[in-house]
């Protein structure tokens, strides 16, 4: 029986050393589809999921992760990357979509300014926030964006850094759909972000545009590998209510 949200985010802890248990590959991908359900900037979807179950992967993996326990002893590794570079194929995914969805006769008044407003947001917004040129015109829309915040409220990231957050962002989002829907099935997880990211790269044949967000040891836990109990700072002094 599956764990409730609470249940699952109480129990998942970084599991650092798993046991040589096997874990199922489908259990694994489908939390892989919890993952691509999460929230994501402009529902852009700037992410791509690699699930490595290859022992002789895994094997170059955990060294490119400097053979750390959560890589070493992993039944399988989950690589979460980030395809900024995607974003006008993404975004004509969503004129796509939204071109079926309104494909009716006789659309509402809410629905013909819904549909204007969608369109207008993927074919010019988008282009004019993620366009750049060797970052030149992201410092250019900075700028200017400055200028008018100091009369009205803007969106303020427009530079080639500004976006990459804006990706990674997201792409967090679904690594923690990802391992809370795995502790759901007690399955443990541990999210590394020590790892030689080129090697990571070249290992799965990844284009210059795509990064490495986070590498994933996927397996049960070994109860040496739980480093401690779990340590928090009290929640009053992280918790402000305005």
């Known amino acids: ?18 046991k040589e248990i096997p874990i199922d590959t489908e259990k694994v991908k489908q939390c892989l589809v919890n993952a691509s359900l ?25 060294e490119a992760c400097f ?5 070493t002893t992993a039944q399988q590794l989950v690589v ?27 659309l509402s008044e809410r629905d013909l300014k819904r549909k204007k407003m969608t369109m207008n947001y993927y074919s010019k917004l988008i ?34 850094s500004d976006m990459r957050i804006v990706a990674h962002k997201s792409a967090g989002l679904a690594a923690e759909n ?3 829907s795995m ?11 020590g790892s030689d990211t ?18 994933i040891g996927c397996g049960i836990r070994d109860n040496k590998g739980i480093y401690g109990p779990r340590f928090r700072i009290p929640f009053d002094e992280v918790y402000y209510e305005v």
């Open 178 to 180: 990802f391992m809370i």
């Open 127 to 160: 282009p004019s926030i993620y366009t750049d040129f060797l970052g030149i015109l992201g410092i250019i829309k900075y700028s200017i964006f400055q200028i008018v915040g100091l009369f009205k409220p803007i969106y303020r990231q427009a530079r080639l």
């Open 183 to 193: 502790a759901a099935i007690d399955y443990d997880t541990c999210p590394m972000e």
């Open 1 to 18: 029986m599956e764990k409730t949200v609470s249940e699952a985010i109480a129990y998942r802890r970084s599991t650092r050393v798993y």
């Open 80 to 106: 979460i990357v980030t395809r900024k570079d995607l974003w006008r194929k993404r975004a004509k995914a969503n004129i796509a979509f939204l071109n079926k969805v309104y494909n009716k006769e006789d």
């Open 67 to 71: 053979n750390q326990n959560a890589a």
């Open 38 to 62: 999460a929230p994501t900037s402009s529902n852009l979807q700037l992410w791509e999921f690699y699930h490595i179950t290859s022992k002789e992967t895994l094997a170059k993996m955990a």
């Open 198 to 215: 080129l090697r990571v790269k070249k290992l799965l044949k990844l284009p210059a545009g795509a990064e490495i967000n986070m590498v």
